[in-house]
Structures are given as structure tokens and as C-alpha cells.
């Protein structure tokens, strides 16, 4: 774990930010990558900068509400301080999404078409962007109660909570979650589906894995049914998303002509 990788005079380049714009940039060229051949491709970088922006914001607004209002409630003037760390992947997504959303719209590009080339490169992205949490020593899991786990030193978060005790490794496992989630998204975009059908199995399979390791994290306040923020999100993505899955099949039934009897 390393949070600063090194320093230029009183210059601090840390590990978050360049493992996550190597994210960013890996998640792009996948992405162009998998556009090869369709009229979306063309819309790629103009379209970043709109996703990038959402992403951040509702990152932040996530990560201060969900995650640590107890905290930023009674520091307000904080909430913006968004260069002293805390935003929330969730947030991201949605985020960046909701984005996408208003830039199909003004273009007139079927969002669902466009979701469904993206999927794979952004939960790939999301794979790497864990390393970038590991380094940090964020997205921290709970005491493991043995010898087996990992040990963050001193001067990491993980270390101000627990100090040396062994804890879950529940952001690396979420990035390999992330990339058993890629390999099968790229396993059946090879397969014809009702447009949007893949990007909504992306959403339930990552939703899914987030949902199980989050027992294992320790950074994260409880709510009802002890469950963390990121639980119940990944529960109304999950239910949303199945919802979403049956309307599309219904409808592209609808779309198919009864052969003649």
C-alpha cells in the first residue's frame, strides 16, 4: 500500500489519482474498442466529459449523505472540499449514467444501445479503479478475528480504525468480482439481446457482488437490517434492473411478428 507514490519538490502525485485516470483511460479504449463498427463510437470522447462531471458529483453527494453525514452535517463547508478524499463508486455510476442519459437524448442516440457497448469497459475500469481504493487504504474491510487478512500501516485510515489487526481484502475481492463481471459480459454481448438487456445484467451482477462483499467491509455505517448504504443500493439496482430486464423482453415480443399458421 502506498498513498503517495513519490513527491516533485512540495508536490505530492498520489496513488488514487493516477491509478484511477489509468482506469478512466483503460475503460476508454475498451470502449472505443468495443464501438468499432457502430455510429456510437464517434460519440465516445465527446461524451466523457459529460460523464466525468456527473460522475464526481454525485460520487461526492453519495459518499457526504450516504456514507458520512454524521460527520459533514456539522461541517458543512466541507462538503466541497472534494480534493481531501470521499467519494463513492455508486455514486459515480449513477451519476455518470444520468449523464449519458442527457447526452443521448440531445443527440438522439438510443441510450440502451449505447449502455450495452459500455457495460464491459466501465466494470473493467471499476476493476482497476479498486487498486487505486487498495493503495489508498480505503473501501477497507472489517477484522477478520484471525491471522488471515490484511494489515494496513500506519498513517492509512484502515490503520486510524483498527490499528494492526488483520482485515477482510473486500476491495481487492470486489475487484475480481469486477473482472469475473467483464469476461462474462464480454462472453454475451456475443449472443442477440433485447437492447439494454446486457448493460442490466451488468448492473445485477456487479450489484450482486457489491451486495455480498459489503458484509465484509468496515468503513461503512448500518442502517435497517444492518445494512450498509452500499447494500441497499445495490438491493433497489438489483430490483430495478430485473424490473427493467422483464419490460424490455415483453417488449421486443411485442416487436416480433407471430409466424403465419
Not at 145 to 171: C, K, N, R, T
Request: hydrophobic share 50%.
Amino acid at each position: 500500500m502506498r498513498v503517495v507514490l513519490f513527491t516533485i519538490g512540495d508536490f505530492q502525485v498520489h496513488s488514487y489519482g493516477v491509478v484511477v485516470a489509468l482506469a478512466v483511460l483503460l475503460a476508454l479504449g475498451m470502449a472505443r474498442y468495443l464501438a468499432e463498427g457502430t455510429p456510437y463510437r464517434e460519440h465516445l470522447s465527446n461524451m466523457v466529459p459529460y460523464m466525468f462531471v456527473g460522475a464526481i458529483l454525485f460520487a461526492r453527494i453519495w459518499h457526504v449523505f450516504f456514507f458520512q453525514w454524521e460527520y459533514y452535517s456539522k461541517h458543512l463547508t466541507e462538503i466541497v472540499y472534494i480534493w481531501q478524499g470521499g467519494i463513492a463508486i455508486q455514486g459515480a455510476l449513477i451519476g455518470g449514467f444520468i449523464a449519458m442519459i442527457a447526452y443521448t437524448r440531445k443527440h438522439r442516440l438510443s441510450f440502451w444501445r449505447m449502455a450495452d457497448i459500455l457495460a464491459p469497459a466501465i466494470v473493467l475500469g471499476q476493476s482497476i479503479g479498486r487498486i487505486a481504493c487498495f493503495l489508498n487504504g480505503d473501501a477497507y474491510g472489517s477484522p477478520t478475528g484471525s491471522g488471515f487478512g490484511i494489515v494496513y500501516p500506519e498513517g492509512s485510515m484502515a490503520y486510524d480504525a483498527y490499528g494492526s489487526q488483520p482485515l477482510w481484502p473486500a476491495e481487492i475481492w470486489e475487484g475480481q468480482w469486477d473482472l469475473v463481471v467483464f469476461v462474462l459480459l464480454i462472453l454475451l454481448r456475443n449472443r442477440k439481446w433485447p437492447a439494454g438487456v446486457l448493460f442490466l445484467t451488468y448492473n445485477i451482477m456487479y450489484a450482486f457482488g457489491r451486495f455480498a462483499l459489503e458484509w465484509l467491509r468496515g468503513d461503512s455505517p448500518r442502517y435497517a437490517f444492518q445494512w450498509t448504504a452500499g447494500q441497499w443500493t445495490s438491493f433497489s439496482v438489483i430490483t430495478v434492473s430485473l424490473c427493467m430486464i422483464v419490460l424490455h423482453v415483453m417488449l421486443e415480443r411485442k416487436k416480433t411478428p407471430l409466424p403465419a399458421q
